[in-house]
């Protein structure tokens, strides 16, 4: 089952679901973020960790191929064909019946911009770390603070035999982008 706008409210204010939290859509001057009516619109922080090529080839198995340069910044410029690495601006805390899809947003999809990130399982928390591809010909600009993707929270009728914290997954409690690791 989708779980609704007032589901995804009330969690957030009794369990810290989601923090910083934004009860409603924002939209004036920006890429909305917040509430939707069933979802939530988390932000891209302004952190990104761009890939450093030259070495051939990346591999999620060797961590020595993949080197990446720290950027702060509140607009960046993602070049034509490129990707990016970068966080949520909310700290996600799911619950043990409940799995989250993310999906990016469509003033993106519409700029050549694909999201990537993997749903959210049960009781798995931390900073989402997000997967941004520029598939357009020329550089597109991407913000800081402002909406990057939405996600759906799907409830269980019961909850998980085994939770990702349970099986303590690597990617438990981010506290900043995560890299590939096996």
């Known amino acids: 089952m989708v779980k609704n706008d007032r589901w995804i409210i009330e969690m957030s204010r009794r369990h810290g679901m989601i923090e910083p939290f934004e009860e409603s859509q924002v939209r004036e001057g920006c890429i909305s973020y917040g509430v939707s009516s069933y979802g939530y619109d988390m932000r891209l922080s302004g952190e990104f960790m761009a890939p450093v090529f030259g070495k051939g080839e990346l591999d999620p198995k060797n961590k020595e191929s993949m080197e990446f340069d720290e950027i702060k910044t509140s607009c960046f410029a993602l070049a034509p064909g490129s990707f990016v690495l970068g966080r949520s601006e909310e700290y996600f805390r799911i619950p043990r019946d409940v799995l989250t899809i993310c999906t990016g947003k469509s003033t993106y999809a519409r700029c050549g911009v694909l999201v990537n990130v993997t749903p959210f399982e049960p009781e798995w928390e931390g900073f989402v770390t997000i997967s941004i591809a520029n598939t357009s010909p020329v550089p597109v600009r991407i913000y800081g603070g402002e909406g990057i993707a939405q996600v759906i929270f799907l409830g269980a009728e019961e909850p998980c035999d085994v939770s990702y ?18």
């Not at 690597?170 to 506290?175: G, L, R, S, V």
Request: no cysteine; hydrophobic share 30%.
């Open 165 to 182: 914290a349970d099986k303590k997954g690597k990617y438990q409690a981010q506290k900043g982008i995560g890299r590939a690791t096996i």
